[in-house]
């Protein structure tokens, strides 16, 4: 037992006879509960900063198991959402631990907004009634943007009601599937095959090359973004990479060595994690970036001008609106193509 939980045992136990014993328990729990979950956002912090590496140099028969943390029934009962949602991040059972980096991030991104904005909140105390109403306040920020965070919402209650075993966020998934809250109509516009061309031909002029090329690849090959340009995770993040920079590592991207003497890419793509075929010399306009002389044997594909590096992600987004824009692409249509919706 800790030292702190010892104390506290040592000054509360003679009372037992006392029937404000109870009261006097419950306090302290709620006490000890508040404390962890400040513990647990520091950790947040520190691993955001610093990656999990706490037990990385410890010998294998010297880590102890991770316990998962369960909720009693006094603890249901004064479950908020910002208990639940340290809950969801730090318990072994947890989805959230199997997410991908850069999807956490978007996690990270809404259970702060929701934290801010309901993280008060007993999980009992959000029924029907206040759902319509936290949807509402999260409307004004765009009918995209509460749908997410009514989403993130559900995950949350999902893991209340099935690791945690809560009754009330059992009743709190229920009521949110019956609250009708359907995702609103995407109005995104795509781009067209002229305005591609039109890209790239920029992308060459601003001396974007890799912009062009990776236009090429996206949309001759049906490819997402990420599978085209990859993307950088801390070292802590599972998966092995010769290319790293500044703390982080390079992951998913187009490789040379996945393409063989044959012209042939073979990949594993970021959604479904199967191995997709395709043959480049079928990739008119990817042969029309790279040429039919030799390509190099190994590295990324796509590597950004400035640094010799894979494309950061944000710096990638920006640089192609700004090429984009350049060629009068409007704003609200985005860098995805008919074809691949």
């Given at each position: 037992m800790p030292k702190r939980e010892r104390d506290r045992f040592t000054v509360l136990a003679p009372d037992i006879a006392s029937p404000r014993i109870v009261a006097a328990i419950d306090k302290a729990l709620e006490e000890n509960q508040r404390e962890r979950i400040e513990l647990l956002k520091l950790r947040e912090i520190a691993v955001s900063r610093h990656g999990d590496t706490a037990l990385q140099s410890m010998p294998l028969s010297q880590k102890e198991p991770e316990p998962s943390i369960k909720v009693d029934q006094r603890e249901a009962e004064s479950l908020n959402?910002?208990?639940?949602?340290?809950?969801?991040?730090?318990?072994?059972?947890?989805?959230?631990?199997?997410?991908?980096?850069?999807?956490?991030?978007?996690?990270?991104?809404?259970m702060r907004r929701i934290e801010r904005d309901i993280g008060t909140e007993l999980i009992r105390n959000i029924d029907a009634e206040r759902l319509k109403q936290i949807h509402a306040s999260w409307t004004i920020s765009g009918a995209p943007t509460a749908h997410g965070l009514i989403g993130m919402l559900r995950g949350l209650a999902t893991f209340g009601a099935t690791t945690l075993k809560n009754k009330e966020c059992i009743e709190l998934r229920f009521a949110i599937s019956q609250g009708g809250f359907k995702a609103a109509r995407s109005k995104v516009k795509l781009l067209t095959d002229e305005q591609?061309?039109?890209?790239?031909?920029?992308?060459?002029?601003?001396?974007?090359?890799?912009?062009?090329?990776?236009?090429?690849?996206?949309?001759?090959?049906?490819?997402?973004?990420?599978?085209?340009?990859?993307?950088?995770?801390?070292?802590?993040?599972?998966?092995?990479?010769?290319?790293?920079?500044?703390?982080?590592?390079?992951?998913?991207?187009?490789?040379?060595?996945?393409?063989?003497?044959?012209?042939?890419?073979?990949?594993?793509?970021?959604?479904?994690?199967?191995?997709?075929?395709?043959?480049?010399?079928?990739?008119?306009?990817?042969?029309?970036?790279?040429?039919?002389?030799?390509?190099?044997?190994?590295?990324?594909?796509?590597?950004?001008?400035?640094?010799?590096?894979?494309?950061?992600?944000?710096?990638?987004?920006?640089?192609?609106?700004?090429?984009?824009?350049?060629?009068?692409?409007?704003?609200?249509?985005?860098?995805?193509?008919?074809?691949?919706?």
């Open positions: 959402v910002a208990i639940l949602i340290a809950l969801y991040k730090s318990d072994k059972d947890s989805p959230y631990r199997q997410l991908r980096y850069r999807t956490r991030e978007h996690y990270d991104s809404m591609i061309l039109a890209i790239r031909k920029q992308a060459h002029m601003m001396g974007l090359h890799s912009i062009a090329r990776a236009q090429a690849l996206q949309f001759d090959c049906r490819l997402k973004q990420r599978d085209v340009i990859g993307e950088w995770v801390p070292l802590s993040e599972p998966g092995d990479s010769y290319v790293t920079w500044e703390g982080r590592k390079w992951l998913r991207g187009i490789r040379w060595e996945e393409i063989d003497a044959n012209r042939v890419l073979r990949h594993i793509a970021s959604w479904g994690q199967k191995e997709i075929e395709i043959d480049l010399k079928e990739a008119p306009m990817v042969m029309q970036e790279f040429g039919d002389g030799e390509w190099p044997k190994r590295g990324p594909v796509i590597t950004a001008e400035a640094t010799g590096k894979p494309w950061v992600g944000v710096e990638f987004r920006r640089m192609w609106r700004t090429v984009a824009r350049a060629v009068g692409v409007p704003d609200d249509v985005k860098n995805m193509h008919v074809r691949f919706s």
